[in-house]
């Protein structure tokens, strides 16, 4: 129940598209999903985020789309550019003063000229 | 921009020696946390720590780990005897009272 399950393990992408990578979750005592963006040998580094009651959050050329009744969460990166070639990770905070995220097993973004 | 820093980048160690990894945490930050992720796999919460003690735990952390904040600034992670299965990167993150958690460069732990 504490899991988040994250598709597609990798994605290829022309540059200029669009990437959407998808997390499900079944704990609904989750109340904040953030995104994570790791480059190879960094930390994972804060994207964007979203609590579960708005339904879409848009920050530049990212996007998340929350579907609370389905329990599902997206990431949209628009107009894909080679600089965002990188690990992405969901991940959600169980709620009731837990600070535990709990992270999806990451998708491998490569975005080609 | 403040960021959280990890030392050392990279600790090799023997099965059975103890380790013991750093972690300066965002200055006004009062949340303390370590993750660890195993080589290509998820990253994976380890502790929390908070006003001097420990608020959450998983089942990771067991005996052979302990949390320390021994000074204002420094916040530690202690593997007692460290095994095989230890070797993964450990991540430090700190947050603020908003929660948002805020990632240090990780150090990588290598156990033979």
């Known amino acids: 129940q504490q899991q988040v399950k994250q598709s597609p393990q990798s994605l290829i992408v022309q540059k200029g598209g669009i990437s959407i990578i998808n997390c499900a979750y079944e704990?609904?005592?989750?109340?904040?999903f953030p995104w994570y963006q790791q480059f190879p040998g960094k930390g994972p580094a804060l994207l964007i985020a979203?609590?579960?009651?708005?339904s879409e959050k848009k920050e530049g050329r990212f996007t998340i789309s929350f579907n609370k009744s389905a329990k599902q969460f997206s990431l949209h990166i628009m107009d894909s550019q080679p600089g965002d070639s990188a690990t992405y990770f969901c991940?959600?905070?169980?709620?009731?003063?837990?600070?535990?995220?709990?992270f999806g097993k990451g998708t491998k973004l490569s975005v080609i000229p | 921009e403040p960021e959280v820093t990890q030392t050392p980048s990279h600790q090799v160690t023997q099965m059975g020696q103890e380790v013991i990894l750093r972690c300066v945490p965002i200055?006004?930050?009062?949340?303390f946390y370590w993750y660890r992720q195993i080589l290509g796999q998820k990253v994976e919460f380890l502790v929390s720590f908070y006003n001097n003690e420990i608020s959450e735990k998983s089942e990771i952390f067991d005996d052979q780990f302990s949390v320390e904040r021994p000074d204002g600034s420094n916040f530690t992670l202690k593997i007692r005897s460290t095994k095989l299965e230890d070797s993964a990167m450990y991540f430090c993150?700190?947050?603020?009272?908003?929660?948002?958690?805020?990632f240090g460069p990780g150090t990588r732990l290598t156990v033979l």
């Open positions: 991940a959600a905070k169980a709620g009731a003063g837990s600070y535990q995220l709990t």
């Open positions: 979203i609590r579960p009651d708005v």
């Open positions: 200055s006004n930050h009062l949340y």
């Open positions: 704990n609904t005592a989750f109340d904040y």
């Open positions: 993150a700190s947050s603020g009272q908003g929660g948002t958690q805020y």
